[in-house]
């Protein structure tokens, strides 16, 4: 499966928790039970932005190496690294 579209279908599938979530309040359900689901998507969410920073990584900062333009983008990586990781 392509990179990208494996990308789009995880976050349709969080997109799909995320409403799910909502119905949840709305029906008035159990705290924990909401919880647990916000707690998934969490955890959904940061597998879909460590697959795009694996992306970025093999992609655009292998290619800037190769290019001897290294340290622009191994300081770019930083940068979404330290954003990413709050």
């Given amino acids: 499966m392509d990179s990208n579209k494996e990308l789009i279908s995880r976050l349709k599938k969080i997109e799909g928790q ?10 008035g359900r159990y705290c924990v039970d909401i919880l647990t689901q916000i707690a998934a998507v ?3 969410i940061t597998k879909v932005g ?3 920073l694996e ?3 093999k ?3 292998s290619e800037a190496i190769k290019n001897e333009e290294q340290e622009e983008k ?11 990781l709050k």
Avoid: N, P, W
């Fill in 59 to 61: 992609g655009c900062v």
């Fill in 18 to 27: 995320i409403r799910g979530i909502q119905k949840m309040m709305e029906d």
């Fill in 55 to 57: 992306k970025h990584t």
């Fill in 50 to 52: 460590i697959l795009v």
């Fill in 74 to 84: 191994i300081a770019e990586l930083m940068q979404v690294l330290s954003k990413f």
């Fill in 42 to 44: 969490r955890s959904a």
